[in-house]
């Protein structure tokens, strides 16, 4: 009872007790913040493919969720995997750690496609290349330039003459990249690979015009 009465006394006992309610209360916050932001996501996914089935799984907690989603069977595109991270609001000493390593939330979404691609192509904004950003296996053999969407500067690859200019038409044609930040065209695996920065309400936006876009390159 007297060590009790004593710490009790202790001003580091109440900014113990302050900081453990701070933290308490930060875990419940991040957690919905992220669950609204995979409700968001995942609606504005479902929204754009319309599919006939769908399968989602939590991957380790509050990690994040993964998607499977079949389109109808006369869709170009056969199946979408969508994978998306959260960064860890729920654990507020770790969040300014992976603030500085990893920056955002990730989108990252994997079109199977039914035809190949008629050639190679990336559009990689120069931030996210630069960032952690994925290697592009068959860069040295694929032409390069920079070009300037919306507010960004992207590298543009491309395997030839023709998706070259698909990739700079569709550029032109919308303006505004919204949160995405890498589209792929991979033949070879007969896949498309579309980045996004996943934000509340802006997915389906940015997302309907690539994948509505996409089927039109293929052979």
Known sequence: MFEYAHLAGDPL??????????????????RRTNM????????????????????????G??????ATLIPPKRD????????????????WLWMPVSKLLRRY????ITLHLR??????GHLIEKGYARFRGPKIANAARLEREEIRWGRHEFILYSGNAAIRQKLA????????????????????QKRSFIFMIPKLGTVAAGLAPVYRWIPTLLK
């Open 169 to 188: 038409a569709f550029v032109a044609g919308h303006p505004d990249p919204g949160e995405v930040r890498h589209i792929a065209l991979v033949p070879e």
């Open 61 to 66: 907690g509050l990690i994040g969720y993964h």
């Open 13 to 30: 006992f109440y900014l113990f007790v302050a900081f453990s309610f701070l933290l308490g209360g930060g875990y419940f916050w991040g």
């Open 105 to 108: 939330d990730r989108l990252f």
């Open 36 to 59: 609204k932001l995979f409700k968001s996501a995942f609606g504005d996914l479902v929204d754009v493919v319309r599919p006939i089935d769908q399968t989602f799984t939590n991957i």
């Open 115 to 120: 035809q190949a691609p008629r050639a190679e």
């Open 76 to 91: 170009p595109v056969e199946r979408v995997d969508a994978t998306l991270t959260f960064l860890p609001r729920h654990a």
